[in-house]
């Protein structure tokens, strides 16, 4: 979906690449286009997958401050990077929806996995709930997030907010989950 958008786009560099970094360990397979041309293959991700020979190995973390830096925005999965991103203030575009082929789909992490609550409402982050909404939003995304650095207002209402998932409201994030897991039980 991203390649095609890209190629329609009028408005994308067409020097600027896609870089597609996979979750190293997710469960189905990774399946990669020979007619991207749009979207290139996260080069440490490739290699470790290339190299694991079935040893779970993950990825040199020191790689990660260059890679999130240097990047215009994310998109993405509700993953660690989500929150990562928020460190370098870093506009997110979550995939939020049912992919039709798992129950641990995107809409029913954000509906049933506590650790998850209120990642909505990072001033960085936008969660799309519907894939037919997916093209408009990334559209958007190029528009408004490609070459903008948030302002230093910005900044701070997002480190504001990542720091409920640091402290919590008013206790530890760790301690709502536990409260939040013993009103389950």
Known sequence: MINKNLEKNKIFNKNTKLIY????????????QKNWNNVIIDKQISNLLLNSKNNRKWP???YYPSLLQNCRFIVGGLTSMLLESTIFWKNYLAVGFDD?????????????????????KLPNVTVCNDVKKFDQLFDNYLRNHYNKVPSQKIKSKIDAKREYF???SKKYFSQDLIDDINKLI
């Not at 996979?22 to 990774?30: A, L, N, V």
């Not at 082929?101 to 609550?117: E, G």
């Open 60 to 62: 040199d973390l020191k």
């Open 100 to 120: 039709d082929q798992s129950l641990m789909n995107q809409k029913n992490a954000l509906k049933y996995f506590l650790h998850l609550k209120g990642i909505d």
């Open 21 to 32: 970094r996979p979750h190293p360990y997710r469960q189905r397979k990774t399946v990669i």
């Open 166 to 168: 640091l402290k919590g």
